[in-house]
Each structure stands twice: as structure tokens, then as C-alpha cells.
């Protein structure tokens, strides 16, 4: 199975009706695509209780990739919120509970940092942080090429076996050590995961610019460039009984047309944008 949607659901206007509300955008991003991937939570775990009413909000199909707090791949600056590892963790995990409870969890999602490279003491901390999210399905995704450089990449993919991660392929900008190379493997047979960043090469190492934001992930996929990644797709599903497909390429708003368009590539339904949906009947007996 194959299931395709974006990097977040506020900021992709042309999915909505003009004058939706924030509230109600979850809502109706559900209409379009059974997968999201949320970001809030990179920035402060979320409540239980919202989590709880994501899961009420959507259709019993659909799932969400939940991004791991960002105190616990070292994206952290300034003071820590949580006292310590222990209570950072359990706060994700009961953060988590109603997703996965609702079996809406394809994975929380936990992408390392640029400088996070394929060092002893990095294994070990993925050790950990994969002990401390026992009962929980965690995607793993690096940014830094070592971890596929030859001499490492075999011993990185059977690692991610034995420890039970979901492989997250990229395709990403070829910008040097901070990106690493599309590597088309599964480590898990129940669900992989693919994140299409954009190839913005120039963009991507501009994290310390005022407006990187912006231009990180500023991409328009082409046809001849979705047509590969149908083939790679179907490659990876022969392996996967479920392969999850985010666009973040969002800085332009590109990602839900891209998305819509390689859903059509892939043989699946693609329900329209806003403007062509039949009128709401009023309920004249609903006072």
C-alpha cells in the first residue's frame, strides 16, 4: 500500500477553502490526503489531550508521522525545557499514546542533525533513544553522509534492522556532508518512509540565514523527476507492506499540487482542490 501527503496542514492554502479556519484546516486536509506528517511537535511536545482530538478529527484510515522533540536529536539550543532525559521522554511518549491508541502512529519521526555523524558514541545514543520508545514505531532519518559512506553503509542498514527503526529515504540536494545520498532499502516490513525535501542544492545549507526557511525547501518536482521516483516507489513497496510518502517541499507551495500530481503518477485516487466540491445542503431544521 501506498499512502502520499505533506509536512504539516496549516500553510497549504490552495488545500482549503478561502476563509477556513485554523482550527478546521486538520479537518479538511483529511479530505485530500490519509498521511501527514506533523512538525509542532519538533518545537514543544504536544498535549494529550490534543492529540487525542487530531485523532478524533481524522478518517479511521488515516495516520500521522509525529516529528521526536527536538531536545532529543540535539537540535536543542538554549535552556531545557524538561529537567531531565527521563522526564523529556516520558512527556513524548504520553504525548504519543492517543495517536497510537486511535492506530493512527505510522512512526515518530526522529531526524538527527547535520553534525549528528556515524560515530560509536551516536550508535549508542540511537540504542537508548530506541529503548526509551519501546511500543512505539520511530522512523530514523540522518542528516550527515557518513552514515552512508561505504565502508559504513551496510553495517548502518543492518543496524536499523536489528534495532527495529523505520528507514526514512531521502531525496534531497546533493550539498556535501550535511546530505546524504537516496539509499532505496527497507528495514522494517510493515512500513517505510520517504521524504521528498526538494533538490534546492543552493539552499541547503543555509540554515543560519535569517530567511532559510524560505529557501530550504524551495522546489517545484518536475515530471521526468516523479517518474523516477514511481519506479523507486515500487521498488520499495515490493519490499513494505506500507510505504508513506511526505512532500516538505513547502517554502514555495509546491508540495500539495507535487503531492496530487505523483498520486495521479502512482495510479491513486486524488480527490480535487477547493472549488469543485458540491455545495453543503443547509439543515433547515437544525436551530
Known amino acids: 500500500m501506498i ?7 496549516g500553510d497549504h492554502d490552495s488545500l482549503y477553502p478561502s476563509g477556513t479556519s485554523a482550527k478546521d484546516k486538520l479537518r479538511r486536509y483529511g479530505d485530500h490526503f490519509p498521511l501527514v506528517e506533523m512538525d509542532s511537535s519538533f518545537y514543544a511536545v504536544q498535549s494529550a489531550d490534543r492529540m487525542a482530538r487530531y485523532a478524533e478529527e ?4 488515516f495516520r500521522f508521522v509525529v516529528k521526536a522533540y527536538q531536545g532529543m536529536t540535539g537540535h536543542l539550543r538554549g535552556k531545557p525545557y524538561y529537567a531531565n532525559d527521563d522526564e ?18 505510522a512512526a515518530a519521526l526522529f531526524q538527527y542533525p547535520p ?17 526509551r520508545m519501546e511500543g512505539f514505531p520511530c522512523a530514523l532519518e540522518f542528516r550527515h553522509q557518513s552514515w552512508f559512506e561505504p565502508a559504513f553503509r551496510e553495517r548502518t542498514l ?22 546524504i545520498p537516496i539509499v532505496l532499502e527497507v528495514s522494517r516490513p510493515d512500513f517505510t518512509l520517504v521524504r521528498m525535501h526538494g533538490r534546492n542544492v543552493g539552499g541547503w545549507n543555509q540554515s543560519g540565514a535569517a530567511n532559510w526557511r524560505e ?4 522546489y517545484d518536482y518536475n515530471d521526468d523527476e ?17 510505504v508513506g510518502i511526505v512532500f516538505n517541499n513547502n517554502s514555495g507551495g509546491h508540495a500539495a499540487e507535487n503531492a496530487k500530481r505523483f498520486m495521479r503518477l502512482l495510479d491513486l485516487p486524488v480527490p480535487e482542490f477547493p472549488g469543485t466540491d458540491a455545495p453543503e445542503q443547509l439543515d433547515l431544521f437544525d436551530f
Not at 553534525?115 to 529503548?131: A, I, P, Q, S, Y
Not at 528507514?167 to 556535501?176: K, L, R, T
Request: with cysteine; proline share 3%; aromatic share 10%.
Open 226 to 242: 516523479l517518474l523516477e521516483w514511481k519506479t523507486r516507489i515500487e521498488k520499495l513497496v515490493a519490499q513494505s507492506g506500507t
Open 58 to 61: 481524522t478518517p479511521g484510515e
Open 115 to 131: 553534525w549528528f555523524d556515524c560515530t560509536k558514541g551516536n550508535v549508542g545514543l540511537l540504542r537508548e533513544t530506541k529503548k
Open 158 to 179: 543492518a543496524f536499523m534492522r536489528e534495532e527495529g527503526w523505520i528507514h526514512s529515504v531521502c531525496d534531497e540536494p546533493q550539498a556535501g556532508i550535511g546530505s
Open 3 to 9: 499512502i502520499v501527503g505533506l509536512a504539516g496542514w
Open 215 to 218: 529557501v530550504r525547501y524551495l
Open 88 to 105: 523529556m521522554y516520558e512527556a513524548f511518549c504520553a504525548s504519543l499514546d492517543p495517536i497510537l491508541r486511535s492506530g493512527k502512529l
